[in-house]
Each structure stands twice: as C-alpha cells, then as structure tokens.
C-alpha cells in the first residue's frame, strides 16, 4: 500500500510559480509512473503531467506545457510539480497518482493510489 501526500499548495497571483511535492509512504515508489492531477470547481478532473519510474519519460497537458515541470527524487520518495506563470484557470485541486506503467497515463483508469489533494488559487 502506498500512501501519497501532497502539499505546497496555495494563494498565489497570476504569474507567479508554486512547487507542490507529494511525499510517498508506505512503500517505495520507484518502480511506479507518477502522475498529477487537477479538478476545478464544477469540472472533471484532469490530467496535467507524469512521469515514468526512471523519469527517462515525462508528458504534459498542453495547458501546462512549457510552464509546469514534473521531477522526481526516487531516494526522498518524492514527486514534484514546479509551476511557473500561473494563471486564474491553473485554480484547482492537485492530486498526485501512482500507477504500475505509462500505458494510458491520461485517464484516472489504472491510478492504484491517490493522495488526497492541495488547493491552487491563481488570482487575476
């Protein structure tokens, strides 16, 4: 069982960067692609980026592509989101997700964990 744990999470003005981290536990997670993702108010959750176990592979969102980096630090357990030039439509929940391959990495199918969520709010 893997339990995941995000935060850096916060009130930030548009332009502004944010570094949200999701601290592992449990297990390793060093043999898992690790994902995050968002949900607006009102909306479906998205996917926003992964990355593979090795951290060889990375995908992003197009909406994110070029702003958001996504790392990992498989010794400290630990995945990273750094998001630079936010904007208003950033404003979500983040969640982070732990699954076994890269095989359809953009839908919640085949996520085994989940953490539980920090908050984004991007004001204009």
């Known amino acids: 069982q893997v339990q995941l744990v995000e935060s850096g999470g916060g009130l930030v003005q548009a332009g502004a960067s944010l570094r949200l981290s999701c601290a592992a536990s449990?297990?390793?997670?060093?043999?898992?692609?690790m994902g995050w993702f968002r949900q607006a108010p009102g909306k479906e959750r998205e996917f926003v980026a992964v990355?593979?176990?090795?951290?060889?592979?990375?995908y992003y969102a197009d909406s994110v592509k070029g702003r958001f980096t996504i790392s990992r630090d498989n010794a400290k357990n630990t995945v990273y989101l750094q998001m630079n030039s936010l904007k208003p439509e950033d404003t979500a929940v983040y969640y982070c997700?732990?699954?076994?391959?890269?095989?359809?990495?953009?839908?919640?199918?085949?996520?085994?964990?989940w953490g539980q969520g920090t908050q984004v709010t991007v004001s204009s």
């Open positions: 449990g297990r390793t997670i060093s043999s898992y692609a």
């Open positions: 990355i593979s176990w090795s951290g060889s592979t990375i």
């Open positions: 997700a732990a699954r076994q391959t890269l095989r359809g990495y953009g839908s919640l199918g085949g996520y085994n964990y």
